[in-house]
Structures are given as structure tokens and as C-alpha cells.
């Protein structure tokens, strides 16, 4: 399994996701754990809140 490290672009909080499926996940939208706020997970490198892929051992 494969999870992703996100940054939370209002509260600049790190959180891990886990997605469902295996579909291209840029399209999906993420709450913020911490303070609720919903953001997309953005294709451009500009705007992304991936900061790591890691794999579950």
C-alpha cells in the first residue's frame, strides 16, 4: 500500500492520506484534520500538497 504525506495549504499542517482507489488521485479533494478546511490535491507542482509518496511495510 501506498500513502502520501499532504500539507494542509491553510493551517500549513502535515497529515498522511491513504486513498481508496488506485485512480489518479490529483482529482480528489482532502479535509484537513486539523482545521477542517477542504482542498484538492493539485496535478502542478506549483500548487501541490504532496510533499512524499511512501510505501506501507
Known amino acids: 500500500m501506498v500513502y502520501y504525506i499532504l500539507r494542509c495549504p491553510n493551517c500549513k499542517n502535515t497529515m498522511k ?3 481508496r482507489t488506485k485512480d489518479f ?3 480528489k ?3 484537513c ?3 477542517n478546511h477542504s482542498f484538492k490535491i493539485h ?3 506549483e ?3 504532496i510533499l512524499k ?3 506501507e511495510s
Open 17 to 19: 492520506y491513504k486513498p
Open 33 to 35: 484534520v486539523y482545521c
Open 29 to 31: 479533494t482532502k479535509r
Open 43 to 45: 496535478p502542478s507542482l
Open 25 to 27: 488521485i490529483t482529482n
Open 53 to 55: 509518496k511512501k510505501r
Open 47 to 49: 500548487k501541490n500538497r
